[in-house]
């Protein structure tokens, strides 16, 4: 790989007793508030006036540079002469201390484009250890990959995000510093990181027609790894490409240049009828006590934040024994029938009702009731605000019974006929991947059939091309908080007429997804929603 040592030559400024503090001279090796040093054309890096630096435990010390030096002023003395220091200070928590030497960081999930004039500022994490000196020496944490963007669209597009998904690596999340042998290194992520970083524009980037953009990303270092790259423009989806392995060094731009073709724009899309399309909600419904949202009808907010899961293969299994406990604000995803919140004339309706009595889940107080027309508001997507799905209520529904039937065994608009894979694990996760209309699998070297296991960075790739995954949620047993695991429960809005039990979704490890009904599970079951809206 392609190693940089680049230093900052500066006439670095002594160690000036200022009462109980002192002014440190700055220098960098390699690349490096907000949080960003410039990438100019010639890859160079500068410092920027009032970059945040962390020193001791403190996060309000800020770069001072002229054409003669760089320094931080009104640093507080250490006793013991010792400065240890992370750039941009952000990264540090607001409680993060030394501890031998180590500093917790929190390598950002989420990185800012920055342009000036022709050069790029780019986030690039360093540290520097002081000991007994006047200047701090910062190394780098992590490498520069840069990404090339080739707009083979025809038109000028305008860049809205680009996204790094690894199968194994966690790319950000809590870790640790230190300087080890004169170098600067990260503990593994822990536990919680997560697999994907992205690199945010601003509005007004813009790549011409048949033209490239390149742009830099800081990740950690990691082994042979499988990575999707995906850019995000125009406020759409383009063709994502997936590298098989990819390996990165500490303190290095990566020596092939991860390129992209923006040529496919994607747009997902699921018929439901002949004539009626939507898209799926990012992930599965979920509700806590916390907070209030807004809903469909009247104008005080109802008690609870409703959300969707943060992936598609997320699912809170046992977690929704928190439905029992009044007090417990924590999330869950099982549901019984039609408890939106809308008081519907249903004896319970509330997200947190568990009686197992079906005739208290009779919306509009007839079995015969579905969770449309003058009843729709008993459907959680039309009567609450989603959180981070748009944040007004009537935005999204569910799916009803002859609905999701033609989705699974109707839709002729399927390339091969495609309509689903079983039996696909991603991420621990087994379930189910439905693929949109008219969709071409691309070339991610996994197979359609069979027991499949898909990596993250696969998935990436697929999601990206607007494919939708339904984790085995298994249910909630009445009023029992035990959770049958390895299967799948969706409702429907479809009533079994006139009976104490409703249609709905049921996927399994081995059988074919469909919609069911039985008389032993009636509507007080705890059961999944997944939201769509229409596309018109």
């Known amino acids: 790989m392609l190693l940089f040592a680049i230093v900052i030559s500066s006439a670095f400024a002594g160690c000036t007793k200022e009462g109980d503090t002192v002014t440190l001279g700055v220098k960098v090796d390699g690349w490096g508030k907000d949080s960003k040093i410039t990438i100019d054309d010639n890859r160079t890096p500068q410092w920027s006036q009032g970059d945040g630096v962390w020193i001791n435990n403190a996060h309000d010390y800020t770069i001072t540079a002229d054409a003669n030096s760089v320094q931080i002023n009104g ?39 920055v342009r000036e004039g022709n050069s790029q500022k780019v986030g690039v994490p360093m540290m520097a250890h002081a000991d007994n000196s006047t200047v701090l020496n910062f190394k780098n944490l992590c490498s520069l990959v840069k990404v090339t963007v080739h707009n083979g669209t025809g038109a000028n597009m305008t860049l809205d995000s680009i996204t790094i998904t690894a199968s194994t690596t966690k790319l950000c999340g809590a870790t640790s510093a230190r300087i080890l042998n004169n170098n600067a290194v990260l503990e593994p992520i822990a536990n919680g990181g997560e697999n994907t970083v992205s690199l945010v524009f601003g509005s007004d980037e813009q790549i011409q027609a048949e033209d490239d953009g390149e742009y830099y990303i800081s990740l950690p270092e990691f082994g042979a790894d499988e990575v999707a790259i995906i850019v995000f423009a125009n406020g759409n989806r383009y063709f994502p490409v997936l590298k098989s392995s990819v ?42 006590r916390r907070g209030s949202h807004a809903v469909n ?18 699912f809170i299994g046992s977690g929704n024994s928190a439905i029992y406990d009044s007090d417990d604000m924590g999330w869950f995803d099982l549901f019984g029938w039609g408890t939106s919140g809308w008081n519907s004339g249903a004896g319970y309706y509330m997200p947190t009702s568990t009686d197992d009595n079906a005739a208290y889940y009779a919306v509009g107080g007839s079995f015969s009731n579905s969770l449309t027309g003058s009843y729709a508001n008993a459907d959680w997507g039309v009567y609450n605000a989603i959180s981070n799905g748009g944040n007004q209520p009537g935005q999204w529904r569910t799916l009803s019974k002859n609905e999701w039937n033609y989705l ?43 027991a499949i296991t898909c990596s993250l960075a696969q998935w990436a790739i697929l999601e990206a091309g607007g494919c939708v995954f339904l984790p085995p949620t298994g249910r909630r047993q009445r009023n029992s908080s035990s959770i049958s695991p390895s299967t799948g429960y ?47």
């Open 75 to 113: 640093v507080t003395r250490a006793s013991d002469g010792q400065y240890y220091a992370v750039f941009p200070s952000d990264i540090v928590p607001e409680q993060g201390a030394v501890s031998d030497g180590s500093v917790p960081v929190q390598l950002p999930r989420c990185q800012t484009f």
């Open 247 to 288: 390996y990165l060094e500490h303190n290095s731009i990566a020596k092939d240049t991860l390129a992209i073709d923006a040529l496919l724009e994607i747009k997902e899309s699921f018929a439901v009828t002949r004539t009626k399309n939507v898209r799926f909600s990012k992930g599965n419904l979920q509700y806590s």
């Open 297 to 314: 009808v009247g104008t005080d907010p109802a008690p609870g934040t409703w959300r969707f899961a943060e992936h598609q293969y997320d």
């Open 408 to 450: 699974l065994t109707g839709r002729t608009c399927c390339t091969d006929n495609r309509r689903y894979t079983k039996n696909v694990t991603i991420n621990s996760c087994t379930g189910i991947i439905i693929y949109p209309n008219s969709y071409t699998m691309p070339n991610v070297n996994m197979s359609t059939t069979g």
């Open 490 to 536: 969706y409702w429907t809005t479809t009533p079994v007429s006139s009976q104490a039990y409703v249609y709905y979704v049921m996927l399994g490890d081995d059988s074919n997804p469909g919609v069911v009904n039985s008389p032993i599970y009636p509507r007080g079951q705890g059961m999944a929603v997944r939201l769509v809206q229409n596309i018109n």
